[in-house]
């Protein structure tokens, strides 16, 4: 019970993914550092939703997400809740079309081997290949607008970086109580790893 609420407050203690940092720019204003990092192949439970609002879209797939661990799935197993949870942003094809939202929840190395099938059609296990992902880390409770700027600005920054911009990963380490040192990141991945 303790555990449950360190982690909430502190999101200390979860499973993430992990990465080797291959590559970090200098924090030279008025462009902040990015990391490039290599990711192995790792595991996650995700869900697509259509919509126009990325915070909307994301606080729907997290409740889908959490009903998953929390045993909604045909073993009726619970699943420790893990960090960050990216968003990939599939943008329209025009300015008032709907975007591709889709969520993940990262699936803990316990997990991974044999994940326990989704009982919601809308749920589904996805396999992440080993990939390079450009991520710049910024603070705060992010809004739509500070994701899109944040995505806009390091997308200029990686202007001569071979990546896919068609589209880009919004990821949040932090509980909603966690009041101070919130992480937010947006990512892009490396276009020859992008058949993601």
């Known amino acids: 019970m303790f555990t449950a609420i360190k982690t909430a407050f502190t999101s200390k203690g979860l ?9 970090k720019t200098e924090d ?8 490039e990092r290599q990711y192995p192949e790792t595991k996650w439970v995700s869900t697509s939703i259509q919509g126009m609002v990325l915070k909307e879209a994301t606080s729907k797939g997290f409740r889908r997400l959490f009903n998953y661990i929390q045993g909604a799935n045909k073993s009726g197993v619970k699943i420790e809740m893990t960090s960050p949870v990216p968003t990939k942003v599939v943008p329209g094809a025009g300015p008032n079309c709907e975007n591709t939202f889709t969520v993940s929840f990262f699936i803990p ?64 380490y932090d509980s909603p109580f966690k009041m101070f040192s919130r992480r937010n990141e947006v990512w892009y991945v490396k276009a020859e790893n992008s058949e993601q």
């Open 15 to 23: 499973d993430m993914p992990e990465y080797t940092v291959l590559n």
């Open 28 to 35: 030279s204003a008025p462009s902040p550092p990015y990391e």
């Open 109 to 172: 190395p316990e997990n991974a081997a044999n994940p326990p099938e989704p009982t919601d059609k809308d749920v589904f296990i996805d396999s992440w290949p080993a990939q390079t992902i450009y991520a710049r880390t910024f603070g705060g409770f992010a809004k739509d607008d500070d994701w899109l700027t944040n995505s806009q600005e390091l997308a200029k920054d990686l202007k001569d970086k071979p990546l896919n911009q068609s589209y880009w990963f919004t990821a949040g």
